[in-house]
């Protein structure tokens, strides 16, 4: 497609424009640079070479040859005011397996940003404007935030983060809602499928999990999120799989069975587990056991304090993740080890929930020490306040520390130090005894009386 050049936006120092024919085979790029030119761009990995094609330097409508050395793009002989044009062709390639086949089908198409943008060096990390075109009748999901919107045209601002931070864009016939709450805007897409969808009953379900997730604090952690929703027709669950992106903006996938019930979906925890990840920073990948541990620890208890679980149950089902991690609790292995090698060792259990057991030690320890003044709740809320939303990765001990600043203890450090380099299960048979919990083989039993009733009782109350 020929295009002449765009107008770049004052406000933006890498400016794209992309336009998406009706085949969603290719889109055709185009970046400008007002100020900042950096003197070398480079193609997302080697194995992206042959998705960008007819790379060329545009200067006043001259075209330019661009030199190309590996993934290297070299810009020295590039002004500012020069853009760069070129093809992403896609050659039928998409992210997820689940996907494949409903490009033509359903006229429809997710792909990475890796797939179609360039990446910058380090230093010259800064937010960029991107302008979709887009055919009659198409619409787009991309994470970030929606400046402007026309009948053919959405204009996103990506956020300034590390371009290895994963994110994705859907294009294609969808439906899109926009949902605005107490200052924050999220994006909802929900993607066709061979079997019906039923859209309201969706929506229902998402904006029930939104509610749930406010009981931490009410605003909504992040200002502008991106929520896609793939149907992947029938399914053992009713969700498959659930993923957060950063890369772009903040972002939540969910691949579903859309013919189940909404009571089922009210029943599946991925969703909250997911937005609960929005919570805290990007954690580097050793640190994961505190990132899921975290997310794993509040999909029950935020499902209690808004009913959709009794706190009986909550308690029960905390429990049960407890056991299947100290089943899968190897005894010459520490935790460290173990997160670093999850996804090879798939030891999810042992990092879930020594992660989760960790957060739920240190919530107790807070209230306990502070009199119920303070807990793992107001530490998040402190963390929102000061630092959130964050464009790089956090350590896990760098984030501890930080939490130990905001809740002026040495809470979270020290139990850092206890269980990261430990072979062990995060101990939890004192906590237990002072919450009143007793373990037996089917049931948690639940005492009547103990010392921390009220500690017992508060993680799971509703906020007022």
Known sequence: MLFSISKINATAAYHYVVHIPEQLDHFSVELCFSSSLPDAMYLPDETA???FQALQLVRQHKSFPVRRSNRRLDLNDARQGDCLRYRAVFNGKVTHPWFKQRQSRHEQILVSLNQWMLQLPEKYQTSVTIDFHLPVGFEVSAPGKLIS??????VYQFRARPSNWEGRIAVGRF????KRDNGSRIEISILRARKKIDQEKIIKWIDKNI???QQIYAQFPVKDLQIIVVPVNSDREPVSWGQVMRGGGDAVHLYIDQTRSYDEFKD???LIHELGHLLHPRISDNGNWFSEGLASYYQHVLRARTGMLTREQAWNKLN?????????TSPNRTLAQVTETMMRDRSFMRVYWSG?????LADTQLRDASRNQQSLDTVLQKYKQCCLPVD???TAFELMQKYDQLSNSIIFTELYKQNVDSTKFPDLSNTYKKLGLRRNSSQLEIMPAAPWIKIRRDIMQTRK
């Open 49 to 51: 070479k042959d998705n």
């Open 149 to 154: 919107t026309s009948q053919d045209t959405r």
């Open 175 to 178: 439906d899109k809602v926009i």
């Open 211 to 213: 509610e749930t997730l």
């Open 268 to 270: 599946d925890w991925v």
């Open 320 to 328: 049960a993740g407890f056991e299947r991690g100290l089943r899968g």
């Open 356 to 360: 989760a057991a960790i957060s739920f």
């Open 392 to 394: 790089r990765a956090w």
